[in-house]
């Protein structure tokens, strides 16, 4: 399927697409690297993106994947948290004409996110989706896909202990990444070192924004077999778990400032 893809984009004038499993990426990367390579418009649309694919097992269930698409040049990953953000996405995909695009899908229902904006900016690759009330966060909560919903929920829970939180949704760091510095620290400032990503998947590609001083949850192990909710919560994927993980962060800055006096 990838290399009838690469035929279709380099030789018809048609929008070429595929759909499969995005554990099967694993199947169709050299096809995928030679689209990158040759900046060919090809998207891709994965889905079942995570240990959310539940009962088939750690075997269906993607971990190192998304790190391995971020890895490739060229090829933009595209993980978007909700119905709006996919909509997005797919435009952005489409108006792509000097290289594929992979657009990574949940199995599982999701909410449809509230954002108080005029637009969801995911040309930018990641933006402000919900704000400490003062736009001073002591903790900033990173994350894409379906964990942008886990990551409101640690918000919630870190503000009810009067803790100011900014969430932040990450739908392609590669689009990301191409924007102003100006931009970048509007949206990660630099004097708020205390941050944690969440992703069900490979923790790697996360370090560059959330520092020596931040955490990230996720999965550097296989999944597992049970229904999604099941293994969301026996692997740490829950609100009250990032919430956790974020003070720990914050506790550890403020003893390290202690301990500079």
Not at 249 to 257: I, W
């Amino acid at each position: 399927m990838g290399a009838i893809l690469n035929g279709i984009a380099s030789t018809a004038p048609f929008i070429a697409f595929g759909a499969t499993f995005l554990n099967f990426f694993d199947y169709m990367k050299p096809a995928v690297r030679i689209a990158a390579l040759s900046h060919l418009p090809v998207l891709y649309v994965f889905t079942h993106d995570s240990i959310g694919v539940g009962e088939d097992g750690p075997t269906h269930q993607p971990i190192e994947h998304l790190t391995h698409m971020r890895a490739t040049p060229n090829l933009w990953t595209m993980r978007p948290a909700d119905a709006n953000e996919t909509a997005q996405c797919y435009k952005a995909s489409v108006e792509r004409r000097d290289g594929p695009v992979a657009l990574c899908l949940t199995r599982q229902a999701l909410p449809v996110l509230d954002y108080s904006g005029e637009r969801l900016p995911v040309e930018l690759g990641a933006y402000v989706l919900c704000d400490a009330a003062n736009e001073r966060p002591e903790i900033i909560l990173l994350a894409s896909g379906s964990e942008v919903e886990i990551a409101l929920g640690a918000r919630a829970r870190l503000e009810k202990e009067g803790i100011a939180t900014r969430v932040v949704s990450v739908p392609c760091m590669e689009l990301f990444d191409l924007q102003p510095q100006a931009y970048r620290e509007q949206v990660l400032p630099s004097n708020t070192r205390a941050r944690v990503a969440v992703e069900a998947g490979a923790t790697m590609a996360w370090w560059k924004y959330v520092g020596l001083d931040g955490d990230v949850v996720g999965l550097d192990r296989f999944g597992a077999s049970a229904p999604a909710k099941t293994v969301y919560e026996k692997l740490g994927l829950t609100a009250d778990h990032v919430a956790r993980r974020a003070l720990a962060a914050l506790e550890k800055l403020h003893k390290g400032a202690e301990a500079a006096k």
